[in-house]
Protein backbone atom coordinates (compact mmCIF):
# COMPACT_ATOMS: atom_id res chain seq x y z
CA UNK A 1 0.00 0.00 0.00
CA UNK A 2 1.11 3.62 -0.63
CA UNK A 3 1.90 6.17 2.12
CA UNK A 4 -0.19 9.62 2.48
CA UNK A 5 -0.11 10.47 -1.25
CA UNK A 6 -0.34 14.48 -3.07
CA UNK A 7 -0.79 15.64 -6.42
CA UNK A 8 2.45 17.42 -7.98
CA UNK A 9 2.37 19.34 -11.19
CA UNK A 10 6.38 18.79 -11.47
CA UNK A 11 8.10 22.48 -12.86
CA UNK A 12 11.85 21.83 -11.63
CA UNK A 13 13.70 20.40 -15.05
CA UNK A 14 15.53 17.81 -13.03
CA UNK A 15 12.09 16.55 -12.20
CA UNK A 16 10.75 15.98 -15.37
CA UNK A 17 13.60 14.53 -16.73
CA UNK A 18 13.64 12.12 -13.67
CA UNK A 19 10.25 11.51 -14.06
CA UNK A 20 10.77 10.69 -18.06
CA UNK A 21 13.46 8.24 -17.73
CA UNK A 22 11.31 6.75 -15.15
CA UNK A 23 8.52 6.46 -17.94
CA UNK A 24 10.93 5.04 -20.49
CA UNK A 25 11.51 2.42 -17.64
CA UNK A 26 7.53 2.07 -17.43
CA UNK A 27 5.91 2.65 -20.75
CA UNK A 28 6.41 0.42 -23.79
CA UNK A 29 7.34 2.35 -26.45
CA UNK A 30 8.01 5.29 -24.59
CA UNK A 31 11.69 6.98 -25.41
CA UNK A 32 12.75 8.48 -22.45
CA UNK A 33 16.16 9.90 -23.52
CA UNK A 34 15.70 13.22 -21.47
CA UNK A 35 18.03 15.27 -24.22
CA UNK A 36 16.10 14.41 -27.11
CA UNK A 37 12.85 15.29 -25.25
CA UNK A 38 13.98 18.55 -23.69
CA UNK A 39 15.11 19.85 -26.77
CA UNK A 40 11.52 18.57 -28.43
CA UNK A 41 9.89 20.50 -25.84
CA UNK A 42 11.83 23.50 -26.27
CA UNK A 43 11.33 23.37 -30.10
CA UNK A 44 7.15 22.48 -29.28
CA UNK A 45 6.94 25.40 -26.98
CA UNK A 46 8.45 27.75 -29.47
CA UNK A 47 5.94 26.85 -32.16
CA UNK A 48 3.25 27.30 -29.93
CA UNK A 49 4.53 30.67 -28.42
CA UNK A 50 4.37 31.67 -32.49
CA UNK A 51 1.44 30.55 -33.52
CA UNK A 52 -0.56 32.31 -30.82
CA UNK A 53 1.65 35.70 -30.76
CA UNK A 54 -0.83 38.36 -30.46
CA UNK A 55 -4.09 36.27 -30.38
CA UNK A 56 -3.65 34.86 -27.23
CA UNK A 57 -1.74 33.07 -24.07
CA UNK A 58 -0.39 30.27 -25.56
CA UNK A 59 -0.60 27.15 -24.13
CA UNK A 60 1.46 25.02 -22.58
CA UNK A 61 3.26 22.64 -24.68
CA UNK A 62 3.90 19.70 -22.28
CA UNK A 63 3.04 19.38 -18.48
CA UNK A 64 4.18 16.84 -15.83
CA UNK A 65 1.62 15.16 -13.29
CA UNK A 66 2.80 12.92 -10.46
CA UNK A 67 1.68 11.24 -7.97
CA UNK A 68 4.11 10.98 -4.58
CA UNK A 69 4.59 10.58 -0.90
CA UNK A 70 4.45 13.28 1.32
CA UNK A 71 8.45 14.34 1.03
CA UNK A 72 8.37 14.34 -2.56
CA UNK A 73 11.38 11.26 -1.84
CA UNK A 74 9.07 7.97 -3.64
CA UNK A 75 7.34 8.47 -6.98
CA UNK A 76 4.35 6.45 -7.37
CA UNK A 77 3.52 7.31 -11.21
CA UNK A 78 2.74 10.39 -13.33
CA UNK A 79 0.91 11.46 -16.50
CA UNK A 80 2.48 13.44 -19.41
CA UNK A 81 0.21 15.83 -20.87
CA UNK A 82 0.58 17.51 -23.80
CA UNK A 83 -0.51 20.21 -26.57
CA UNK A 84 -0.90 19.01 -30.29
CA UNK A 85 0.87 20.97 -32.98
CA UNK A 86 1.24 19.66 -36.24
CA UNK A 87 3.05 21.64 -38.71
CA UNK A 88 1.48 20.67 -41.82
CA UNK A 89 -2.34 21.93 -40.50
CA UNK A 90 -0.27 25.54 -39.51
CA UNK A 91 0.87 25.68 -42.94
CA UNK A 92 -2.48 25.17 -44.30
CA UNK A 93 -4.84 26.77 -41.75
CA UNK A 94 -3.33 28.55 -38.73
CA UNK A 95 -6.76 29.19 -36.97
CA UNK A 96 -7.85 26.03 -37.27
CA UNK A 97 -3.95 24.76 -35.69
CA UNK A 98 -4.77 27.43 -32.98
CA UNK A 99 -8.64 25.59 -32.43
CA UNK A 100 -7.15 22.04 -32.31
CA UNK A 101 -3.94 23.48 -29.67
CA UNK A 102 -6.70 25.21 -27.74
CA UNK A 103 -9.68 22.06 -27.40
CA UNK A 104 -6.87 19.10 -27.32
CA UNK A 105 -4.41 17.69 -25.24
CA UNK A 106 -2.60 14.83 -26.01
CA UNK A 107 -1.65 12.37 -23.04
CA UNK A 108 1.79 11.45 -23.97
CA UNK A 109 2.50 9.09 -21.36
CA UNK A 110 1.33 7.47 -17.95
CA UNK A 111 2.45 4.79 -15.57
CA UNK A 112 2.26 3.64 -12.25
CA UNK A 113 5.48 2.28 -10.93
CA UNK A 114 4.90 -1.87 -10.77
CA UNK A 115 5.13 -2.13 -6.86
CA UNK A 116 1.99 0.67 -6.83
CA UNK A 117 -0.38 -1.40 -8.67
CA UNK A 118 -3.77 -2.33 -8.19
CA UNK A 119 -4.40 0.79 -5.83
CA UNK A 120 -6.05 2.55 -8.21
CA UNK A 121 -3.56 5.06 -9.19
CA UNK A 122 -3.96 4.34 -12.51
CA UNK A 123 -7.71 5.67 -12.63
CA UNK A 124 -6.63 8.77 -10.56
CA UNK A 125 -4.13 9.91 -12.48
CA UNK A 126 -6.18 9.82 -15.69
CA UNK A 127 -8.45 11.74 -14.08
CA UNK A 128 -6.07 14.36 -13.02
CA UNK A 129 -4.91 14.20 -16.20
CA UNK A 130 -8.69 14.96 -17.68
CA UNK A 131 -9.27 17.91 -15.30
CA UNK A 132 -5.65 19.35 -16.09
CA UNK A 133 -6.70 19.69 -19.70
CA UNK A 134 -10.35 20.76 -18.72
CA UNK A 135 -8.70 23.20 -16.25
CA UNK A 136 -6.06 24.26 -19.37
CA UNK A 137 -9.70 24.79 -21.37
CA UNK A 138 -9.14 21.93 -23.74
CA UNK A 139 -12.08 19.69 -24.25
CA UNK A 140 -10.68 16.50 -25.44
CA UNK A 141 -7.68 14.46 -23.90
CA UNK A 142 -6.29 12.31 -26.67
CA UNK A 143 -4.11 9.14 -26.89
CA UNK A 144 -2.90 5.75 -28.13
CA UNK A 145 -2.64 2.89 -25.83
CA UNK A 146 0.54 0.46 -27.51
CA UNK A 147 -1.71 -3.21 -27.86
CA UNK A 148 1.56 -4.57 -26.12
CA UNK A 149 0.26 -3.49 -23.04
CA UNK A 150 -3.08 -4.75 -23.19
CA UNK A 151 -4.76 -1.50 -21.27
CA UNK A 152 -7.45 -0.53 -24.32
CA UNK A 153 -9.96 -1.74 -21.62
CA UNK A 154 -9.02 0.07 -18.64
CA UNK A 155 -9.49 3.38 -20.78
CA UNK A 156 -12.95 1.58 -21.64
CA UNK A 157 -14.03 1.12 -18.13
CA UNK A 158 -12.99 4.70 -17.18
CA UNK A 159 -15.35 6.31 -20.13
CA UNK A 160 -13.08 7.12 -23.16
CA UNK A 161 -14.25 6.56 -26.80
CA UNK A 162 -11.46 3.45 -27.87
CA UNK A 163 -11.38 3.07 -31.61
CA UNK A 164 -10.79 -0.44 -33.24
CA UNK A 165 -7.15 -1.31 -33.77
CA UNK A 166 -5.15 0.57 -35.65
CA UNK A 167 -8.26 3.10 -36.16
CA UNK A 168 -7.15 7.06 -35.65
CA UNK A 169 -9.72 9.46 -34.17
CA UNK A 170 -12.50 10.64 -35.72
CA UNK A 171 -13.44 14.68 -36.88
CA UNK A 172 -14.88 16.26 -33.27
CA UNK A 173 -16.10 19.79 -32.87
CA UNK A 174 -14.84 22.26 -32.62
CA UNK A 175 -11.11 21.61 -34.44
CA UNK A 176 -12.59 19.11 -36.82
CA UNK A 177 -9.13 17.42 -37.60
CA UNK A 178 -8.69 13.93 -38.10
CA UNK A 179 -5.94 12.14 -36.14
CA UNK A 180 -4.54 9.62 -38.41
CA UNK A 181 -3.01 5.95 -37.51
CA UNK A 182 0.89 5.71 -37.45
CA UNK A 183 1.39 2.29 -39.16
CA UNK A 184 4.77 1.44 -37.13
CA UNK A 185 2.87 0.76 -33.89
CA UNK A 186 -0.03 -1.50 -33.31
CA UNK A 187 -2.60 -0.87 -31.09
CA UNK A 188 -5.81 1.45 -29.96
CA UNK A 189 -6.47 5.81 -30.20
CA UNK A 190 -8.78 6.74 -27.41
CA UNK A 191 -10.23 9.97 -25.97
CA UNK A 192 -12.10 11.32 -23.25
CA UNK A 193 -14.26 13.94 -23.63
CA UNK A 194 -13.79 16.95 -20.75
CA UNK A 195 -17.04 18.60 -21.24
CA UNK A 196 -19.55 16.32 -19.80
CA UNK A 197 -17.15 14.82 -17.73
CA UNK A 198 -17.10 18.07 -15.31
CA UNK A 199 -20.15 19.44 -16.54
CA UNK A 200 -20.94 20.85 -13.24
CA UNK A 201 -17.88 23.04 -12.81
CA UNK A 202 -19.09 25.16 -16.28
CA UNK A 203 -20.80 28.70 -15.55
CA UNK A 204 -21.73 31.05 -18.61
CA UNK A 205 -19.19 33.67 -19.24
CA UNK A 206 -22.23 36.04 -19.31
CA UNK A 207 -24.49 35.13 -16.72
CA UNK A 208 -22.29 32.59 -14.85
CA UNK A 209 -25.52 30.49 -14.95
CA UNK A 210 -24.53 26.29 -15.06
CA UNK A 211 -23.80 25.34 -18.38
CA UNK A 212 -25.56 22.01 -19.71
CA UNK A 213 -23.77 19.60 -21.95
CA UNK A 214 -26.05 18.58 -24.87
CA UNK A 215 -24.31 15.96 -27.22
CA UNK A 216 -26.38 16.36 -30.49
CA UNK A 217 -24.02 17.98 -33.21
CA UNK A 218 -21.33 17.37 -32.03
CA UNK A 219 -21.89 18.03 -28.40
CA UNK A 220 -22.66 22.06 -27.01
CA UNK A 221 -22.61 23.69 -23.94
CA UNK A 222 -25.88 25.63 -23.49
CA UNK A 223 -26.65 28.29 -20.98
CA UNK A 224 -30.81 28.17 -19.87
CA UNK A 225 -30.57 31.86 -19.38
CA UNK A 226 -28.34 33.06 -22.10
CA UNK A 227 -28.31 30.18 -25.40
CA UNK A 228 -25.14 28.68 -26.60
CA UNK A 229 -22.16 30.86 -24.80
CA UNK A 230 -19.03 31.44 -27.15
CA UNK A 231 -16.75 30.87 -24.11
CA UNK A 232 -17.00 29.49 -20.60
CA UNK A 233 -16.34 30.60 -16.86
CA UNK A 234 -14.72 27.49 -14.67
CA UNK A 235 -16.06 27.34 -11.23
Known amino acids: MTAEMKHVQVLHPRGIEMVHKVAGRNI ?10 RDYNDRQQHKLDRLFDGV ?38 EEQARIM ?20 LGRDLLDWAA ?3 FQQRARYLDGF ?17 VTERNQGLPVRSPANVPLNHVKEVNGHWFYIDT ?17 HFVAEE ?18
Open 28 to 37: IGFDGNVDWI
Open 56 to 93: SEPPQASTVLALTDTSNSELYGAAIVETPYFDELVNEN
Open 101 to 120: ASFHRVLAGMFVAEEFRGQG
Open 131 to 133: NHS
Open 145 to 161: VDERTGSADFYRRFGAV
Open 195 to 211: WPMFEDLMRCSRCEEPL
Open 218 to 235: GGRLVCDVCGDPKDLVDQ
